[in-house]
């Protein structure tokens, strides 16, 4: 009897160990996933600040890809200019290749020759003077219209992510070519308001340049049209150039007497009118920008020629 006493308790002492080290391992593993939890959150706020951190960091690789861009364009341009420089270098230099041996020659001439080489330098002076005014008046004009250009296209840039707006420089003029599905519907001479808003852009540059003029020219394919309201391409290229004119005086207070109207039809075209993409190319509204009459003849004028 006092054996088996002894047996139980023995076995209640064991269990009695055995449920306080299960609770000092509870205990143990309860502050080990505190503290794990501590550390979940402290992780999850380090993502929050690295994602935060991730979007700056992509907002500031879309401004710089945007600038590059710019530059790409302007430097574009500038090296058709550069080009266009050496040319005209190359040029003159023949000329003046070709003079000097002309006087060369003219050195075996007796003296009664001499009165003739002395006008002809003369010549050749007033000519060289006419020359670097020429260029002198042509590297301003280029200058202008190189500015002109990449405020158009920083302008044009914002908000536009397509084809159908295109800005060059031809000579001594900048266009904007419009695509006709951007401005009009099929047909008609009624303004999109996706239109609107480009020539409200453009508008933005006349307005901070009031020495300039603007053309413009409205054209169509060659596909006959006949209306109510309108009798051929002829018409509907005129009403269309006159719509643009209408928005840019009236919406955006752009002078009057800055803007000429002109329809161009179907002539004047930029490639065949036999496929259905070469009649959506020639289809477009041309926005010209140009100095007045005056401002030319001022770019020839001595005094006013560029030191």
């Known amino acids: 009897m006092k054996t088996r006493f002894s047996l139980f308790l023995s076995l209640f002492v064991m269990l009695g160990m055995m449920s306080c080290v299960s609770k000092k391992k509870f205990v143990s593993l309860q502050s080990e996933l505190e503290v794990c939890n501590q550390e979940l959150g402290q992780c999850g706020e380090d993502l929050s600040r690295y994602l935060s951190q991730y979007e700056t960091c992509m907002a500031d690789k879309k401004r710089i890809e945007g600038e590059l861009n710019s530059l790409k364009s302007e430097n574009t341009l500038r090296i058709e200019q550069i080009d266009d420089l050496k040319g005209q270098v190359r040029d003159l230099r023949k000329q003046r290749d070709k003079q000097i041996k002309h006087i060369g020659d003219l050195t075996d001439l007796s ?9 002809t330098l003369d010549q050749l002076k007033s000519k060289e003077e006419h020359l670097n005014l020429l260029r002198a008046a042509r590297t301003k004009a280029d200058s ?4 002109l250009a990449v405020n158009l296209k920083g302008v044009l840039s914002q908000g536009i992510m397509d084809n159908d707006v295109e800005v060059k420089v031809d000579k001594t ?5 419009l ?9 008609s001479s009624q303004i999109t308001p996706r239109a ?20 413009v020219e409205g054209y169509t394919d060659d596909r006959p049209i006949s209306t109510s309201c309108i009798k051929d391409n002829w018409d509907l290229s005129v009403k269309r150039a006159t719509s643009v004119a209408r928005v840019l005086q009236s919406r955006y207070n752009v002078d009057p007497n800055r803007i000429i109207a002109a329809g161009r039809g179907e002539y004047n075209t930029l490639v065949s009118n036999d496929t259905e993409e070469g009649r959506k190319m020639n289809r477009r509204t041309r926005i010209i920008i140009l ?5 030319f003849y001022d770019l020839l004028d001595p005094d006013k020629a560029p030191k």
Do not use: H, W, Y
């Open 111 to 119: 003296q009664s020759a001499s009165d003739n080489i002395k006008e």
């Open 291 to 295: 100095p007045k009459v005056d401002q």
């Open 179 to 187: 695509s006709d599905k951007m401005t009009f519907g099929s047909g």
């Open 196 to 215: 609107e808003i480009v020539l409200g852009k453009i508008a933005q540059i006349l307005e901070s340049r009031p020495d300039l003029e603007v053309m």
């Open 144 to 147: 202008i219209n190189l500015a």
């Open 173 to 177: 003029v900048v266009f904007v070519n």
